[in-house]
């Protein structure tokens, strides 16, 4: 049988018969060759829209984040390993990539989740033409799950703190231009990115409904407990770009070290890594993350976290160790 994962493993059918005691990673990657499934834990989802359920982990395509295999080498382990949301963007120029590697994954359309997202407060009419023309032939589906207006002002030299009310009537009129793809069938969900509080508010004025998803930076080190907040009573997802960390404004890291004593404390008290630690404090908190990663193992241990429970006193510890300064960038 043909190897399907492009990666320098060196797994072939036969040393997937030969190994039969193998560690669940050698398992699921053999089982990928020979094409069963991988029993992994059931990946949680939440309902972002009527009847649209996403799965609680996304797999992040850009480019900058997959520095040892190509994307479309990584979307296809992924899904080979039992993940099915996949997160990319215009932006990105990796939706012709993540298209291919869906083709040749062979997993049944119905089963994978796609958010790609438009650059911005680009119009109704530059919306429609982006997702019909673009989007769609580039990914080679029929249809999106979720589409994102990624930012909230167009020049990113705005972003965070000049977005404000600025744009406002361009960001309503993509919005429409979103609404009306979804009434068309080509999109299941609409949702932003890096919207604040009050440019989330102006889509409810405008429209009487919330976005099924504001993606903002969140984890250990950053996360806005306001806007969570807020975006619950509206009853918006957050899903964590950076979710194991990320850039600030000022160029810095406010990163919380996956070897920082604290958190290992905690991830040896469940036999677990830290990494999942981070990502299941994220994911029982209602936020979904994304992740991305060329290495298998990291990729199964992802997945994986669904597996652990983390009580009432180790989630309020995980959230008291953001510094109380940092130069993230705020939303």
């Excluded at 060196?10 to 193998?22: L, S, V």
């Excluded at 009573?233 to 850039?247: F, H, M, N, R, V």
Aim: with cysteine; aromatic share 6%.
């Amino acid at each position: 049988l043909k190897h399907r994962f492009g990666f320098k493993s060196q797994i072939n059918t036969r040393a997937c018969i030969q190994m039969p005691g193998m560690l669940q990673l050698w398992l699921a990657l053999c089982w990928g060759t020979l094409g069963l499934a991988v029993d992994l834990p059931k990946i949680p989802t939440v309902e972002v829209a009527p009847g649209v359920e996403m799965p609680m982990m996304a797999f992040g395509t850009a480019r900058v984040s997959l520095k040892t295999c190509t994307v479309q080498e990584s979307v296809e382990q992924w899904l080979h390993l039992g993940g099915r949301h996949i997160d990319t963007a215009d932006d990105y120029g990796t939706q012709p990539d993540v298209g291919r590697a869906i083709a040749a994954a062979g997993v049944p359309r119905s089963e994978v989740f796609l958010t790609t997202k438009i650059p911005g407060p680009i119009g109704k009419q530059a919306v429609i033409d982006k997702i019909l023309h673009t989007a769609l032939p580039q990914l080679g589906l029929d249809y999106l799950d979720l589409v994102l207006i990624h930012f909230p002002c167009i020049d990113l030299r705005d972003f965070p703190n000049r977005c404000g009310p600025k744009l406002r009537a361009e960001r309503l009129d993509t919005w429409a231009g979103l609404a009306e793809l979804r009434s068309q069938g080509k999109i299941r969900a609409v949702g932003v990115s890096n919207y604040d509080v009050e440019q989330v508010e102006e889509i409810h004025q405008q429209f009487s409904e919330h976005p099924a998803v504001n993606q903002v930076q969140w984890h250990l080190a950053y996360h806005n407990e306001t806007l969570l907040e807020s975006m619950k009573k509206l009853g918006t997802t957050i899903e964590a770009w950076a979710s194991l960390g990320g850039p600030t404004s000022g160029g810095q890291t406010p990163s919380i070290s996956l070897s920082d004593p604290r958190l290992k404390e905690v991830a040896a008290r469940y036999n677990a890594s830290t990494a999942q630690v981070a990502l299941r404090w994220e994911t029982q908190r209602g936020v979904v993350p994304v992740t991305a990663t060329c290495d298998a193992k990291h990729a199964v241990s992802d997945l994986e976290s669904f597996g652990i429970q983390l009580s009432e006193d180790d989630l309020k510890l995980l959230s008291s160790l953001m510094p109380t300064e940092t130069d993230a960038i705020l939303v």
